[in-house]
């Protein structure tokens, strides 16, 4: 079940019980849509869309935003023009227990090996 929109801003996002532990990981699975994730988690808080400096287009970003969204990694809300972006931490921490920790330090190691390539 997906929490329903209550107005044309508010964005649907799945229940809690809903949030199934295969799209997680299918929304992780993109390195776009993982550096996202990544940038939200270092800055602990709500970031905009436009903070985002991704390598793909804009259609793309707000496609990668909406993936997130509806497999329950992050949550939108707007906030007067600007749609605000933040790690659902509490959601994933109660129903997959070190998942996103283990994911994004995995994916931090990464990026430390590849640049050093």
Do not use: W
């Not at 649907?12 to 993982?34: K, N, Q, T, W, Y």
């Not at 939200?40 to 905009?48: F, I, N, P, V």
């Not at 793909?56 to 972006?85: C, D, P, W």
């Amino acid at each position: 079940m997906t929490t329903p929109a209550v107005s044309s801003r508010d964005l649907p996002h799945p229940v809690r019980e809903d949030i199934r532990l295969e799209g997680v990981l299918h929304a992780l699975s993109d390195p776009v849509r993982l550096r996202i994730a990544r940038e939200l988690a270092a800055d602990g808080d709500e970031l905009s869309c436009s903070h985002f400096d991704l390598p793909v287009t804009k259609s793309t970003t707000t496609h990668h935003f909406r993936v997130l969204r509806e497999a329950g990694v992050i949550r939108q809300v707007y906030r007067g023009t600007a749609k605000m972006n933040g790690l659902r931490r509490d959601d994933l921490d109660d129903l997959f227990p070190g998942l996103l920790d283990a994911l994004l330090a995995a994916a931090d190691r990464q990026a430390v090996r590849l640049r050093d390539a």
